[in-house]
Nanobody, 126 residues
Framework: QVQLVDSGGGLVQAGGSLRLSCAAS????????MGWFRQAPGKEREFVAASTSGGGSTDYADSVKGRFTISRDSAKNTVYLQMNSLKPEDTAVYYC???????????????????WGQGTQVTVSS
């Protein structure tokens, strides 16, 4: 079992930055693929970024490439999402997610993730 707690959201002006954190509990964190998703009002949840265990491989949605960076600190059992050059269209609730430790590859579909944080609101004003 993995439990996730998201934090770090807030209100920021366009062009600004935020760093989201996801604190994980559970013995398998070091082996879990970790991802970030977001969901805007009236829209489906969408993939943002993901990292394999140890951060050896990462993947990003085209809409955030070059602006967002996913990283993980195994010593702290924490995964981060550094978000720079934020745009109003980045406004959404952001969710941290983890795949079961059995699955070692990055996935972009939310159904592939078994564990979810409670979400943190990010609002970017124009």
């Amino acid at each position: 079992q993995v439990q996730l707690v998201d934090s770090g959201g807030g209100l920021v002006q366009a062009g600004g930055s935020l760093r989201l954190s996801c604190a994980a509990s559970g013995r398998t964190f070091s082996r879990n693929v970790m991802g970030w998703f977001r969901q805007a009002p009236g829209k489906e949840r969408e993939f943002v970024a993901a990292s394999t265990s140890g951060g050896g491989s990462t993947d990003y949605a085209d809409s955030v490439k070059g602006r967002f960076t996913i990283s993980r600190d195994s010593a702290k059992n924490t995964v981060y999402l550094q978000m720079n050059s934020l745009k109003p269209e980045d406004t959404a609730v952001y969710y941290c997610a983890a795949r079961r430790a059995l699955f070692r590859q990055i996935a972009v579909r939310s159904i592939e993730y078994a564990y979810w944080g409670q979400g943190t609101q990010v609002t970017v004003s124009s």
